[in-house]
């Protein structure tokens, strides 16, 4: 979770801090000399997220009586700067969420304020538990190569961007849920003749623009060939001038020029596109797991894969982790290191992974032991595309992860696209220029 999850943690973090720019909880039971302290940071600040830290905590330190946690709760922005000046001046915490990327986990692995984690990967199998494509978004190189190199953290919880889907609607409009992109495109003709919007969509803000595009263009690669894709991510290299972008560019123009989405779209915000399609206001919406929690309520929304495209078995859906959790420097003994490390592996087990589904949440870790509620279908529909979806090593990229000004590019040039401001072959030629700059910019 780099650039996009940044913008969806800030936007967050903006609700919340009526509520809570730092609140604290810390165990205060009494400590002998003997116990070991971990002081840990993580930015779980919603009530019902607090309550799965709090518990996992609590039956940590039953079962390792001899290690203290103490827990604090920290806005997003925190993670970053404030983060990066505890550590420099050697004080807590021990244990952190820390943002993927460049401008945040790879500056502080360049000063050497996080540590390697590969052996404890070893002793707690978390290199079988999670596939590659998610460790190696928090793996950084002796010579700050991205997704290469050490292990500096694990993730607890997980996120991808698919299809929603209101099945009421699509009932009403005798349409199942299409299986291929030209059942997809059939559907939203016919939606379209009945006079329902098929695609939802909030262009004002930029940001669901540009993860629709993602979505579009890595539903057309296999797993079995991601290669191209993780290299331009990892900035290896490569060029955003590619067909398969430039088809999903024109799906997306050509489905506005023939009224398949939601009128005023443009000037339609993505948190209002949400609450439009959660009333009923149009058949699909391509987003993300983010949204479970304001769609429960709607038994008659459902979460699918994107229809896959021709000769694609196993297409990559857009996606990634949370925050991973990261031992610090800080940790100056071996004792507390390896204490951190046994607290951060409590925290991505089955066990505290069924806490997360329980409340509703999405965790990193697929299980088969996992218990899903019965209350809600629809963290099951998302819990069942997770699993396949990480057994077949498919866990795309945010394209904004590739530069730090990545994103407002795609922003900017989506939006332009669906304004016939410029073509689709004009918005990879945008995007690639933007990518060439930044590698270019490494080599000096």
């Not at 002081?39 to 600040?45: F, L, Q, S």
């Not at 479970?292 to 309520?297: L, S």
């Not at 000004?405 to 995007?431: G, P, R, S």
């Amino acid at each position: 979770m780099c650039y996009s999850y940044k913008i969806k943690r800030n936007s967050r973090t903006t609700r919340l801090t009526a509520l809570a720019l730092f609140t604290a909880a810390v165990y205060v039971s009494p400590v002998s000399a003997e116990t070991t302290t971990v002081a840990a940071w993580d930015i779980y600040n919603y009530p019902e997220q607090s309550a799965v830290i709090d518990k996992a905590i609590k039956d940590f330190s039953a079962e390792n009586p001899g290690v203290h946690i103490k827990r604090s709760v920290h806005a997003f922005e925190d993670t970053r700067i404030p983060l990066k000046l505890a550590l420099s001046s050697g004080d807590d915490p021990q244990v952190a969420q820390v943002n993927q990327g460049g401008g945040d986990m790879g500056a502080l692995v360049k000063e050497k304020l996080l540590v390697p984690l590969d052996g404890y990967a070893k002793t707690y199998s978390w290199t079988t538990r999670f596939p590659d494509s998610i460790l190696k978004r928090n793996r950084w190189s002796e010579k700050q190569t991205f997704g290469d190199g050490h292990l500096y953290g694990v993730a607890s919880l997980g996120e991808m961007v698919g299809l929603y889907y209101n099945k009421a609607v699509l009932d009403k409009a005798g349409i199942p849920l299409p299986k291929t992109m030209a059942d997809f495109e059939a559907a939203l003709e016919k939606l379209k003749q009945a006079g329902t919007p098929g695609l939802m969509l909030g262009l004002l803000d930029g940001n669901a623009g540009q993860q629709m595009l993602s979505t579009l263009w890595e539903d057309q690669i296999d797993s079995g060939e991601r290669q191209a894709l993780d290299n331009l991510i990892y900035d290896v290299g490569g060029t955003f001038k590619d067909a398969k972008l430039e088809k999903a560019a024109q799906l997306m123009q050509d489905w506005n020029h023939k009224g398949y989405f939601f009128p005023g779209f443009q000037g339609i915000g993505h948190d209002d596109a949400a609450t439009l399609f959660q009333s009923g206001q149009a058949a699909f919406f391509i987003s993300g797991t983010w949204y479970m929690g304001q769609f429960k309520p709607n038994k008659d929304i459902h979460f699918a894969a994107l229809p896959v495209f021709p000769g694609v078995s196993k297409p990559l859906m857009v996606g990634g982790t949370d925050l991973p959790f990261s031992v610090t420097v800080t940790a100056k003994t071996k004792a507390q290191q390896d204490a951190a490390a046994r607290y951060i592996d409590y925290i991505v087990s089955d066990k505290v992974a069924n806490e997360w589904l329980q409340a509703g949440f999405l965790p990193a870790s697929s299980s088969a032991s996992a218990r899903l509620p019965a209350d809600n279908p629809l963290l099951t529909d998302v819990y069942s595309v997770w699993t396949r979806v990480n057994q077949n090593d498919a866990l795309g990229h945010y394209l904004d992860w590739a530069t730090p000004t990545m994103l407002t590019t795609l922003n900017q040039n989506v939006q332009l696209l669906m304004a016939d401001k410029i073509t689709a072959q004009q918005l990879t030629e945008k995007a690639d220029e933007d990518y060439q700059k930044y590698l270019s910019s490494l080599k000096h």
